[in-house]
């Protein structure tokens, strides 16, 4: 039901055919981005490649140092229209994620 590709499929282009490919049996994506982490692997427009739905989900949203902010600006910068943030730890926006992929169909 679910396909996670390594990361490695992000860092080099080369791999980007494998993503599309892969995604060809997907109903609709999730894109991930910590809260804690400062950069991203994520390509300007990196979503429009895709002929699927794509969810963000921003993690990590309880940590002291989270910049949730800049995560979802991230996600927003590749494409990603619909962003949810959740905590793993609290459970905080745990409804609402499992609200968005039930909406996409993906269940």
């Known amino acids: 039901r679910f396909i996670n590709t390594p990361s490695e499929f992000l860092e080099n282009r080369r791999f980007y055919p494998s993503l599309i490919t892969a995604s060809a049996d997907c109903s609709a994506l999730l894109f991930v981005h910590a809260a804690d982490r400062n ?47 959740v905590s793993l730890m609290t459970g905080e926006g745990m409804e609402m994620l499992k609200g968005a992929i039930e909406s996409q169909d993906l269940c």
């Open 39 to 85: 950069t991203s692997q994520l390509p300007p427009k990196f979503a429009s490649m895709f002929n699927r739905s794509v969810l963000g989900v921003v993690t990590k949203i309880d940590l002291p140092h989270a910049r949730a902010d800049l995560a979802m600006r991230f996600l927003q910068n590749a494409g990603v229209r619909n962003i949810v943030q």
